[in-house]
């Protein structure tokens, strides 16, 4: 990740660019800027999507675990619906162990193989209908919603977010370095995620 904020800051270097020719430049559409980084796919278990709250709980915001080595356990999960998260990697020095992004710094949404839209979608938990959401806000409202996961369930703690299927983990790579950025990521288009929301199947309830 270090990599791609001295070298690749995409605002920066458009900057930098129109300074140098002495005109005006128009950066290129959100495609055209993707399309440099590839993504290369991970292991879905080492990831978690958590809905982590804010303000005790008030609000929630997306937070990513990722599970790196085996030294120690990242996190641990119980119950269903929804199903509860501790996030073991605050109780120790997790460098090397574990992986956290917590804004879009560290995370954004990929779709259609190649397009990171993150200058058009940030990632947002929202309650909704007794349950936590996350979803891809628009930046613009002429832009549809993106339901991407769901926690079954409501809380004022750490949640697990279900991802709908279709959805997964891969993580950004450049000139086949592999970054630290996370993305969310869908093989269909846009325009095909945003006409269905399908929803995970939520875990079974433990009988009594």
Known sequence: ?????????????????????????????????????????????????????????ARHQLLVVEQRSNARQCWSESGSNPTIVDPLLLQFDFSGICGRSTDGNGYSIRVNGNQDIALDYSLAIVRRDGDLVLIGRPRLR?????????????????????????????????EGQILGHVYLANDQTLAAIAGQAPAPTPTPAPTP
Not at 27 to 54: H, K
Not at 150 to 174: C, E, M, Q, V, Y
């Open 142 to 174: 002429t832009n549809p919603e993106l339901v991407i996961g769901r926690a079954f369930g409501d809380t004022n703690g750490f949640a697990k977010i279900n991802l709908n299927p279709g959805w997964r983990f891969t993580k950004r790579s450049f």
């Open 1 to 57: 990740m270090q990599i791609f904020r001295r070298v690749f800051p995409f605002a920066a270097s458009t900057a930098l660019l129109a300074s140098l020719l002495g005109t005006a430049f128009t950066a290129p559409p959100v495609e055209a800027a993707a399309s440099i980084f590839g993504q290369t796919e991970q292991d879905q278990n080492a990831y978690i999507a958590i809905a982590s709250p804010v303000d005790g709980g």
